[in-house]
């Protein structure tokens, strides 16, 4: 079965500093995966996802992910934060029954500091 | 297009009662999945519904139960609730039903089990 790990609950970064948020996943073959966003009392927003090709996804909000197979990781980054980039953050994996079923990891917390 | 809707909004229920919840997927989409949310177990996956049909379904107990209506439209019950169904119950839909196909989440139910 697959799994997700997300190894940091809670990152804070400063405004307009890089982040990344780290994502390492169990899959026995080609795994899709994504990254969701949740704001407060929201539900998930898809960022990006990656199947097959370049390994570098670009996504909405000016995240992009890079796919590295030999580290079995999925990182997010972001270049520059903005305040309104604080939300919690998921890394998923799809199922390997074929189905569109998720597994998600506990999420990211991101703070942003002025 | 609008899109998934979720209701009720929040929801207060006591020990041993049973509540239905309902999801309205994007217009077009005939897939509808159903997660729980809880700061202790993250995201799970209940089930998952396509054309009418339950083609995946989570390690829940048989007290969580869903259908799909001909029009996409889906509920789920729970029946005889217990302090720990307390969470945020996400609806998500797409067009299909395949790996990788990107989902849209609702804002949830959030449910309160006194």
């Known amino acids: 079965a697959q799994s997700v790990t997300q190894p940091d609950i809670h990152i804070t970064v400063s405004e307009g500093a890089s982040l990344e948020l780290r994502c390492n996943y169990s899959y026995g073959a080609t795994p899709y995966l994504f990254w969701y966003v949740q704001s407060p009392g929201q539900g998930l927003q898809l960022l990006l996802k990656y199947f097959s090709g370049d390994t570098l996804v670009q996504g909405i909000k000016g995240f992009e992910a890079e796919f590295k197979r030999s580290q079995s990781s999925f990182n997010l980054r972001k270049p520059s934060v903005h305040w309104s980039d604080a939300a919690e953050y998921f890394c998923a994996v799809g199922a390997d029954s074929g189905y569109s079923t998720l597994t998600f990891g506990k999420g990211t917390m991101l703070l942003v500091s002025p | 297009k609008a899109g998934v809707t979720q209701t009720p909004r929040y929801l207060i229920k006591t020990r041993g009662q049973q509540v239905t919840l309902s999801c309205s997927p994007i217009?077009?989409?005939?897939?509808v999945s159903w997660y729980q949310q809880t700061p202790g177990q993250g995201l799970q996956f209940l089930f998952e519904y396509f054309s009418e049909t339950q083609r995946n379904k989570g390690n829940f107990p048989g007290r969580f139960s869903g259908r799909q209506f001909s029009n996409s439209r889906s509920e789920m019950n729970v029946s005889t609730l217990e302090l720990g169904d307390s969470a945020l119950y996400l609806c998500?839909?797409?067009?299909?039903?395949?790996?990788?196909?990107?989902?849209?989440f609702g804002s949830g139910t959030q449910l309160s089990v006194l």
């Open positions: 217009s077009g989409h005939r897939s």
């Open positions: 998500a839909s797409s067009y299909t039903a395949g790996m990788g196909e990107k989902l849209f």
